[in-house]
């Protein structure tokens, strides 16, 4: 194969990930200048289970509100259809 110019190769994505230095995001220089100043405090691994609990009760009520409105709009247009004619 002969030698070609920088032009004239064909760059793929092997080539690329066999470059031997990556720059950062620009998300990446930001997150580290802001941590360099004030580095992020600790944060649990898991959360606490107790808003989940609550989450399961409150879903419940929003899908009685769900379906009490698609039942009253149900009833609404039969209503509005019975009485359209006249």
């Known amino acids: 194969m002969t030698e070609q110019g920088d032009g004239e190769r064909e760059f793929?994505?092997?080539?690329?990930?066999?470059a031997a230095h990556k720059e950062p995001s620009a998300r990446a220089r930001m997150l580290a200048a802001r941590w360099k100043e004030h580095p992020p405090g600790p944060v649990p691994f898991r959360g606490d289970p107790d808003p989940v609990r609550h989450g399961r009760h409150r879903s419940w009520i929003s899908t009685a509100v769900v379906l009490g409105s698609v039942a009253a709009i149900i009833v609404l247009l039969g209503y509005v259809n019975l009485r359209g004619p006249y």
């Open 12 to 18: 793929d994505i092997k080539w690329a990930d066999d």
